[in-house]
């Protein structure tokens, strides 16, 4: 393996350790409910999930899940703080 190959390698898996490194500004995910399939987004600063629930309220158990597992990847305006003490 050439040597410069392994430096980006060993790069990257610092990057990885390091999520705090990474940002999300824009993404599109599906999920697969318990009952139905859901298209989630995070677009321009704004939530988008197409389940019924998020149109009355504005966030969804999709919307806070994304927020969960991508944690300090997003800008602190697109995570919940309330989810974060849980």
């Not at 995910?29 to 999930?49: A, E, F, L, P």
């Amino acid at each position: 393996m050439q040597s410069s190959l392994i430096g980006k390698i060993e790069k990257a898996k610092l990057y990885a350790r390091e999520p705090e490194r990474i940002t999300f500004s824009n993404f599109t995910v599906t999920i697969r409910g318990d009952n139905n399939t859901h298209t989630t987004s995070y677009q321009n600063g704004q939530w988008i999930c197409n389940c019924p629930f998020f149109e009355s309220w504005g966030m969804c158990s999709h919307t806070l899940a994304m927020q969960k597992v991508l944690g300090i990847m997003l800008p602190e305006e697109a995570r919940n703080q309330e989810l974060e003490s849980v």
